[in-house]
């Protein structure tokens, strides 16, 4: 009698326990079957970008800021102008760096026209301010003067900031064409609101205005 017992027990837990197993147990997937419920395979899909707002165009202000940086280098080389006696303007040079920036800002995914305007107006803007400051030194000459040397401290870091100056213009490319009213009220008072040199800001950044394509 005990021998049933255990056998009628037996039976009553494996019963008990095969739906659980059922349910805990991934069914086999077969695709070719008719009418299969196979789930389908999770996805990764790419979050969306966030959308513009013209409220802060803080893209924009990064790039008139190195902008600005920039220009301000541009003491330290009619400071060594100054010094070594040498002229303002050197065409071989300047086409050079035109053809440089140009090329980093076409492969960085800006329109080749707009490339050369932009690196251009840098140069011209950058002339100004030497141009100017060498005009009053003649009249006025300074007692003491910033004038590290061209090659070797101000060329690099000039090189580095126009890098960056050529991403940042890819990055708010958006804002300048999705916001150009408030972009281009920005870039007319930026030099005002941050105490710039009207004249060279507004070459430099006139290009700007007419957003890259």
Same mark, same amino acid.
């Given at each position: 009698?005990?021998?049933? =017992? /255990? *056998? %009628? @027990? ?17 069914? &086999? ?39 600005? =940086? /920039? *220009? %301000? @280098? ?17 065409? &071989? ?121």
């Amino acid at each position: 009698m005990m021998f049933y =017992q /255990r *056998l %009628a @027990l037996c039976l009553v837990i494996s019963l008990l326990i095969l739906p659980i197993h059922a349910e805990t147990t991934t069914p &086999t997937c077969n695709k070719d079957e008719p009418n299969n419920t196979c789930a389908p395979a999770e996805t990764t899909e790419t979050p969306p970008k966030p959308a513009i707002t013209c409220e802060h165009l803080t893209a924009t202000e990064q790039v008139l800021a190195l902008i600005a =940086q /920039r *220009l %301000a @280098l541009a003491n330290d080389v009619a400071g060594y102008k100054w010094r070594t006696k040498t002229q303002v303007e050197d065409l &071989t040079r300047e086409q050079a760096i035109i053809e440089r920036i140009s090329a980093e800002a076409e492969q960085a995914g800006l329109n080749a026209e707009f490339a050369r305007r932009f690196a251009s107006a840098q140069i011209d803007a950058s002339k100004q301010v030497q141009t100017e400051l060498l005009n009053r030194w003649q009249q006025f000459p300074p007692k003491t003067l910033s004038a590290p040397d061209l090659r070797t401290i101000t060329r690099p870091k000039l090189d580095k900031i126009t890098t960056d100056l050529i991403a940042a213009v890819v990055n708010a490319n958006p804002e300048l064409k999705t916001c150009t009213s408030q972009a281009t009220q920005l870039i007319t008072t930026y030099a005002d609101n941050h105490q710039l040199d009207a004249t060279s800001f507004a070459t430099a950044v006139q290009p700007l205005l007419e957003p890259p394509k």
